[in-house]
């Protein structure tokens, strides 16, 4: 069945053809009534697109008493419509120059390879040519590789983004495929809180080793500081000279912090104290961790699996560096510490809109409640 659609449109086996009538004074020259001409394409949009510019292109050569060419789909070809509908690889590009302005690596990194994990699978498709089934395609080709089902979701919420920026800068009609499919439910694994026991372990083989790698466990331990956020570090950061010893942590351009509320100050108490005294006294240079710092990036996935394959060989296998952070907040816990102040401390994003008013705790405050945790770990 043929359906008629405007614009000079029809389609045939899903394909969209441009037919349109040849002006009646230049019948004889044609020798025929009307010209049809297959625009090579399924997507309504990008068929309106064409045939627009297919019909521009016609009237200027009609109204000048030209002939059009004998192959009408080299005529097609050479056609710049409004807004092509692009390929899966051209919307990425689009999507990364647009929303990559001022992003880290990382945020190139993931598009260009998730998106070219969905290339690899199905194609470098015209975005209107995926369908669920073939969104579905991708997720069971991911899950058979051996990724969680929480990598799989990581993976399809970049894919996702490229999607619904290309529909809406594009300008297409259609619903975001890989937004549709369906996920099998997923077994998130509790973070356990390193024991307070082990702390103190970790922390005294810290001293002992008193390197640079022993001296961000040090950082970490007693401050409840992500990972990097304490490697991305500049000597800057570091206010020993204060009335009350602490740390500024805000965003560089190597590296940037998860939220807003992550930016605070954090008094320095045990075995943080230490590790800050001996970062000022031994390192030179801007950064407080020259290993996995520069003026370009901070490479915390280094730093993390090095800390984590010392901790587990050497104190427990449970033992991972984001635990220091679970413990850092049952600690502040167990000696009372108000939940806004915790929050603040840690930079977690606050839960109801009034503890987002005024200034805060000031660092005088939660340093006292620092210096009660110390007492259960350093010293």
Same mark, same amino acid.
């Given at each position: 069945m043929v359906d008629q659609s405007p614009s000079y449109l029809f389609t045939k086996r899903d394909v969209y053809y441009y037919s349109r009538r040849i002006p009646p004074n230049m019948r004889a020259i044609y020798g025929k009534k009307r010209i049809v001409v297959s625009l090579g394409t399924k997507s309504l949009n990008e068929g309106l697109s064409l045939s627009h510019a297919l019909t521009a292109k016609l009237d200027m050569l009609w109204s000048e008493d030209k002939l059009i060419p004998s192959n009408l789909d080299v005529l097609v070809a050479k056609l710049e419509p409004r807004k092509r509908e692009p390929r899966l690889?051209?919307?990425?590009?689009?999507?990364?120059?647009?929303?990559?302005?001022?992003?880290?690596?990382?945020?190139?990194?993931?598009?260009?390879?998730?998106?070219?994990?969905?290339?690899?699978?199905? !194609?470098? #498709?015209?975005? $209107?040519?995926?369908?669920?089934? /073939? +969104?579905?395609?991708?997720?069971? &080709?991911?899950?058979?590789?051996?990724?969680?089902?929480?990598?799989?979701?990581?993976?399809?919420a970049t894919v996702n983004a490229v999607f619904h920026f290309?529909?809406?800068?594009?300008?297409?009609?259609?619903?975001?495929?890989?937004?549709?499919?369906?996920?099998?439910?997923?077994?998130?694994?509790?973070?356990?809180?390193i024991p307070i026991e082990t702390i103190r372990e970790i922390q005294a083989a810290c001293?002992?080793?008193?390197?640079?790698?022993?001296?961000?466990? !040090?950082? #970490?331990?007693? $401050?409840?500081?992500?990972?990097? /956020? +304490?490697?991305?570090?500049?000597? &800057?950061d570091?206010?020993?000279?204060?009335?009350?010893?602490?740390?500024?942590?805000?965003?560089?351009?190597?590296?940037?912090?998860?939220?807003?509320?992550?930016?605070?100050?954090?008094?320095?108490?045990?075995?943080?104290?230490?590790?800050?005294?001996?970062?000022?006294?031994?390192?030179?240079?801007?950064?407080?961790?020259?290993?996995?710092?520069?003026?370009?990036?901070?490479?915390?996935?280094?730093?993390?699996?090095?800390?984590?394959?010392?901790?587990k060989v050497n104190f427990s296998r449970d033992a991972v560096v984001h635990g220091f952070r679970h413990a850092f907040r049952d600690r502040l816990r167990a000696v009372d510490c108000p939940t806004e102040m915790i929050d603040q401390l840690g930079g977690w994003s606050a839960n109801n809109v009034g503890s987002r008013y005024g200034s805060g705790y000031t660092l005088e405050l939660s340093y006292g409640l620092l210096k009660d945790i110390e007492k259960t770990s350093f010293g």
């Amino acid at each position: 069945m043929v359906d008629q659609s405007p614009s000079y449109l029809f389609t045939k086996r899903d394909v969209y053809y441009y037919s349109r009538r040849i002006p009646p004074n230049m019948r004889a020259i044609y020798g025929k009534k009307r010209i049809v001409v297959s625009l090579g394409t399924k997507s309504l949009n990008e068929g309106l697109s064409l045939s627009h510019a297919l019909t521009a292109k016609l009237d200027m050569l009609w109204s000048e008493d030209k002939l059009i060419p004998s192959n009408l789909d080299v005529l097609v070809a050479k056609l710049e419509p409004r807004k092509r509908e692009p390929r899966l690889s051209e919307a990425r590009d689009s999507y990364l120059k647009i929303r990559g302005i001022g992003k880290p690596k990382t945020f190139k990194r993931a598009a260009i390879r998730n998106i070219q994990a969905v290339i690899d699978q199905i !194609g470098d #498709l015209k975005l $209107t040519h995926y369908t669920t089934l /073939e +969104a579905g395609k991708v997720r069971d &080709a991911l899950l058979s590789q051996g990724l969680a089902v929480l990598s799989v979701r990581r993976m399809f919420a970049t894919v996702n983004a490229v999607f619904h920026f290309g529909i809406a800068e594009y300008g297409l009609d259609m619903k975001n495929p890989f937004a549709l499919v369906h996920m099998p439910q997923s077994i998130r694994i509790k973070r356990i809180p390193i024991p307070i026991e082990t702390i103190r372990e970790i922390q005294a083989a810290c001293c002992e080793l008193d390197d640079d790698l022993r001296w961000l466990v !040090g950082l #970490l331990s007693d $401050t409840g500081l992500r990972l990097s /956020e +304490a490697a991305g570090l500049a000597m &800057a950061d570091v206010c020993l000279e204060h009335d009350v010893p602490h740390i500024n942590v805000r965003p560089h351009p190597w590296r940037r912090l998860k939220t807003q509320s992550s930016e605070r100050q954090i008094p320095l108490v045990g075995a943080a104290l230490w590790a800050a005294h001996r970062l000022v006294s031994e390192v030179e240079g801007q950064w407080c961790f020259p290993r996995y710092t520069n003026a370009e990036s901070c490479n915390g996935n280094s730093a993390s699996a090095a800390l984590n394959k010392w901790l587990k060989v050497n104190f427990s296998r449970d033992a991972v560096v984001h635990g220091f952070r679970h413990a850092f907040r049952d600690r502040l816990r167990a000696v009372d510490c108000p939940t806004e102040m915790i929050d603040q401390l840690g930079g977690w994003s606050a839960n109801n809109v009034g503890s987002r008013y005024g200034s805060g705790y000031t660092l005088e405050l939660s340093y006292g409640l620092l210096k009660d945790i110390e007492k259960t770990s350093f010293g």
